[in-house]
């Protein structure tokens, strides 16, 4: 079933205010939240809106957060996320990133205590729209193992960079350090399918093609799956992920992240405080005229994308084309939601007294 | 044969002098190019000087340049490397990265009018001992085809982040955005083995596991493989690096990237000017107490080395653990260099009459 937009924003800020945020914090986090779903990263949206209150519950989120800037130089800053929504936290830092970026060319944004949130693309989208390139990128719940490592010790730690062009739509990058994200097996598991070699490995660290593998007590593999196939890069990237969002503001990292599912109680004895992200702004006229830039960006896009393609395959894509084309389409026809995920939010209607039987397309 | 850092170092530097490079800029050239023999990255140390010195003969390196900054704001810079060699070029851009830090909190310097830099993790490297996060990352000749695409438009593309830890060794990955670097490929060659699935398309744009794959008119693949295996992560990395080495700055990006070989022409319509390197220098007390940041980085990485390890596996190893075991071993018992490139060096020696045959270990 397809449900509107419009609807489904409605539905999840209200629960976001039943939960105590602020309109201006409900509004922000529904934004975020939603435009997963609109991109097709179904498993970063309002399938995750149960998850959220359930950590509220738990008393590990707070909606009335005072985020505030602990640290700072004219092109950094350190944020504390006062234990709220990642969802809210993340585009007050990115704001901050921004407008150091106005004043000193660049701004980069470490933040701690926060909590997860959302898809980091939205964020570094948010420079765009200034002639600015974005990066974002977050720590996680430990679910990776390093190469050699039968541990579980980093989470799926997203790389995200939106890049400015002219006539043509931004340049957006936005990807798991992962060979491929959690989402993607759950996929599997209902279509009852094997996963891909290089995927995970099983409790005892050796490869495995179970697609419940990680629900096993295994873990998901680093870009590259092993070592022959540059596993070690993978592992290095998110470890720089880890490293800038959680080590340079004083978050927990690595093993300590706490978990997403509040069934899981967080580490006794943390490094840090909550979860960590990292933001950055460039803003293109810092290094040439952004007229120039664009210009050149556009004829890099144009360039690769009609390039000749390997047999059996279209179209050589820009990253961002298929999340672009996703958000059109589910802008115009609406989003859809498996019944799983309608069930959760009826339920979570039901007990915030939210409507949720709302005509749906 | 092994050969003494001392006697390889003063040899190359008379080969730089004797192309004309100034002083100064032959004992960087030298410092950088030598560092990869030491670090195990042979293909880009000595083996390379040959090809430096072919494309000085063939008028496409300047070896009295004048670099200098074109454009600056607190925390930016563009660098016009004017035709020199890229080891001449980095350090100095690197060394503004730095000094920019040390006033904004970062620096990021975008470079055009350049030549191939050697490692990047080297110029990364000069960062830690600021107490500052170093990056590097530079584009170079198209052997790369992006996911779906039979042609080659990127380079190798690296990424090198050092990152400075109390009394552990520092972190420093050093990643081309390929699953395997071509230097692994000439060992195969060597070997008479078949590459590994994933390295490698053929000119049809199809895998293949023939080694000479991209010497017969093939690519290598973005880290990741095929798209099944994240290739378009890969091939998302490797852009960013191109953008932002050379986008950012006005040198030439993608397929118009002029060839590291002397036979081959550069593109008769080029897109800007030479190669392009871009590099960071965040400073961590930018973010918070230096000593706080090193006790975490030291707590990182000994969770980190001491995980539990896959079964046939010894131990977990922190990025640059490798490079580091390498760069002491031979540092104290040479550096062993293979029997064609020991020839190409004796020649280069007679042609500029500088004496290779010192006594080697």
Same mark, same amino acid.
């Given at each position: 079933?397809?449900?509107?937009?419009?609807?489904?924003?409605?539905?999840?800020?209200?629960?976001?205010?039943?939960?105590?945020?602020?309109?201006?914090?409900?509004q922000?986090?529904?934004?975020?939240?939603l435009?997963?779903?609109?991109?097709?990263?179904?498993?970063?949206?309002?399938?995750?809106?149960?998850?959220?209150?359930?950590?509220?519950?738990?008393?590990?989120i707070?909606?009335?957060?005072?985020? !505030?800037?602990?640290?700072?130089?004219?092109?950094?800053?350190?944020?504390?996320?006062?234990?709220?929504?990642?969802?809210?936290?993340?585009?007050?830092?990115?704001?901050?990133?921004?407008?150091?970026?106005?004043?000193?060319?660049?701004?980069?944004v470490?933040v701690?205590?926060?909590?997860?949130?959302?898809?980091?693309?939205?964020?570094?989208?948010?420079?765009?729209?200034?002639?600015?390139?974005?990066?974002?990128?977050?720590?996680?719940?430990?679910?990776v193992?390093?190469?050699?490592?039968k541990?579980?010790?980093?989470?799926?730690?997203?790389?995200?960079?939106?890049?400015?062009?002219?006539?043509?739509?931004?340049?957006?990058?936005?990807?798991?350090t992962?060979?491929?994200?959690?989402?993607?097996?759950?996929?599997?598991?209902? !279509?009852?399918?094997?996963?891909?070699?290089?995927?995970?490995?099983?409790?005892?660290?050796?490869?495995?093609?179970?697609a419940?593998?990680?629900?096993?007590g295994?873990?998901?593999?680093?870009?590259?799956?092993?070592?022959?196939?540059?596993?070690? !890069?993978?592992y290095?990237?998110?470890?720089?992920?880890?490293?800038f969002?959680?080590?340079?503001?004083?978050?927990?990292?690595?093993?300590?992240?706490?978990?997403?599912?509040?069934f899981?109680?967080?580490?006794?004895?943390?490094?840090?405080?909550?979860?960590?992200?990292?933001?950055?702004?460039?803003?293109?006229?810092?290094?040439?005229?952004?007229?120039?830039?664009?210009s050149h960006m556009?004829?890099?896009?144009r360039?690769?994308r009609?390039?000749?393609?390997?047999?059996?395959?279209?179209?050589?894509?820009?990253?961002?084309?298929?999340?672009?084309?996703?958000?059109?389409?589910?802008?115009?026809?609406?989003?859809?939601?498996?019944?799983?995920?309608?069930?959760?939010?009826?339920?979570?209607?039901?007990?915030?007294?939210v409507?949720?039987?709302?005509?749906?397309?």
């Open positions: 079933m397809v449900f509107e937009f419009n609807k489904l924003f409605a539905f999840t800020k209200n629960i976001f205010l039943k939960m105590g945020c602020p309109e201006e914090d409900a922000s986090a529904t934004e975020v939240l435009s997963a779903d609109l991109r097709g990263v179904d498993s970063h949206g309002v399938a995750r809106l149960s998850g959220y209150v359930r950590l509220w519950e738990a008393g590990r707070n909606t009335n957060p005072k985020v !505030k800037t602990v640290h700072e130089t004219p092109s950094t800053a350190v944020i504390d996320g006062d234990g709220g929504l990642g969802l809210v936290v993340a585009p007050i830092a990115m704001q901050v990133a921004i407008e150091k970026a106005r004043i000193a060319g660049t701004g980069w470490s701690k205590n926060s909590n997860h949130y959302g898809i980091a693309g939205h964020h570094a989208l948010k420079a765009v729209s200034e002639d600015m390139i974005g990066m974002s990128m977050t720590n996680a719940s430990p679910l193992s390093p190469t050699f490592s541990e579980r010790l980093l989470g799926t730690n997203p790389i995200a960079v939106a890049i400015p062009a002219g006539e043509e739509p931004p340049f957006v990058a936005d990807m798991a992962t060979t491929a994200a959690n989402g993607k097996l759950e996929i599997l598991q209902r !279509k009852n399918q094997d996963a891909p070699e290089g995927w995970i490995q099983d409790k005892e660290g050796k490869p495995t093609t179970n419940y593998g990680v629900k096993e295994g873990a998901l593999l680093p870009l590259g799956g092993d070592r022959e196939h540059g596993s070690h !890069k993978g290095a990237l998110g470890s720089i992920v880890d490293i969002s959680a080590v340079l503001s004083g978050a927990n990292y690595g093993p300590w992240v706490p978990p997403f599912v509040a899981l109680e967080p580490d006794p004895n943390p490094v840090g405080e909550g979860i960590g992200h990292f933001f950055g702004a460039m803003r293109v006229d810092a290094f040439r005229p952004a007229d120039e830039f664009k556009d004829n890099w896009i360039r690769f009609s390039a000749e393609t390997t047999p059996g395959n279209d179209k050589v894509l820009i990253p961002g084309d298929p999340e672009r084309a996703l958000e059109t389409e589910r802008m115009a026809n609406g989003i859809p939601l498996l019944e799983p995920v309608q069930k959760d939010l009826a339920s979570l209607g039901e007990k915030f007294g409507d949720f039987n709302f005509d749906n397309l």
